[in-house]
T-cell receptor, first 116, second 113 residues
Framework: DSGVTQTPKHLITATGQRVTLRCSPR?????VYWYQQSLDQGLQFLIH???????AKGNILERFSAQQFPDLHSELNLSSLELGDSALYFC???????????????FGPGTRLTVL | EDKVVQSPLSLVVHEGDTVTLNCSYE??????LLWYKQEKKAPTFLFML????IEKKSGRLSSILDKKELFSILNITATQTGDSAVYLC?????????????FGQGTILTVHP
């Protein structure tokens, strides 16, 4: 158990809908990262937040957005869902800050999203 | 664009064998290289390497980084069926994208009894 929690574990929804995935980082970690894992693309970085502020964006679609709240939990919002959005979505956390680049990212159990 | 290539893509061995997994990378402003093991769900952290030539060890697993030749290897000795998993290599750059991990495709390791 990495100490990173994600809810829900599974989500099944229809095309065009909107969903919210939730992540709570390990105690003491200020950085939260979101990744998408699909069979054809592997693990892809989406976005990074540090202490409530967006720090870096990867291949995140405009239909997707995220935020990190004052209690450090984070939410990833996916809207106008398409079949191709079906994937495993992982959240990871790390200490962040001055340790940036050499702090370990620990992954949560993931949310499996299925879009029908 | 940052790039990580792992080889082989898959490997089938028998218990007791020793395996070597390879990871080569191209990244601007390298900060660290990480190895993860992924079984059914979340990637589990194995090692982080930042300095060239220093071996990290944990039980039967060990890893080393060569920053000059831009690669890393992960060795597993006396393999067990529980080592069957996907092994992922990822690199971390500095600068404005320091939060991002760029992953390789992974090596699928299957250990038969």
């Amino acid at each position: 158990d990495s100490g990173v929690t994600q809810t829900p574990k599974h989500l099944i929804t229809a095309t065009g809908q909107r969903v919210t995935l939730r992540c709570s980082p390990r105690s003491g970690d200020l950085s939260v990262y979101w990744y998408q894992q699909s069979l054809d693309q592997g693990l892809q970085f989406l976005i990074h937040y540090y202490n409530g502020e967006e720090r870096a964006k990867g291949n995140i679609l405009e239909r997707f957005s995220a935020q990190q709240f004052p209690d450090l939990h984070s939410e990833l919002n996916l809207s106008s869902l398409e079949l191709g959005d079906s994937a495993l979505y992982f959240c990871a956390s790390s200490v962040g800050g001055l340790a940036g680049g050499v702090d370990t990212q620990y992954f949560g159990p993931g949310t499996r999203l299925t879009v029908l | 664009e940052d790039k990580v290539v792992q080889s082989p893509l898959s490997l089938v061995v028998h218990e007791g064998d020793t395996v070597t997994l390879n990871c080569s990378y191209e990244v601007t402003n390298f900060r660290s290289l990480l190895w993860y093991k992924q079984e059914k769900k979340a990637p589990t952290f194995l090692f982080m390497l930042t300095s060239s030539g220093i071996e990290k060890k944990s039980g039967r697993l060990s890893s080393i980084l060569d920053k000059k030749e831009l690669f890393s290897i992960l060795n597993i000795t006396a393999t067990q069926t529980g080592d069957s998993a996907v092994y992922l290599c990822a690199v971390r750059a500095g600068g404005t994208s320091y939060g991002k991990l760029t992953f390789g495709q992974g090596t699928i390791l299957t250990v038969h009894p």
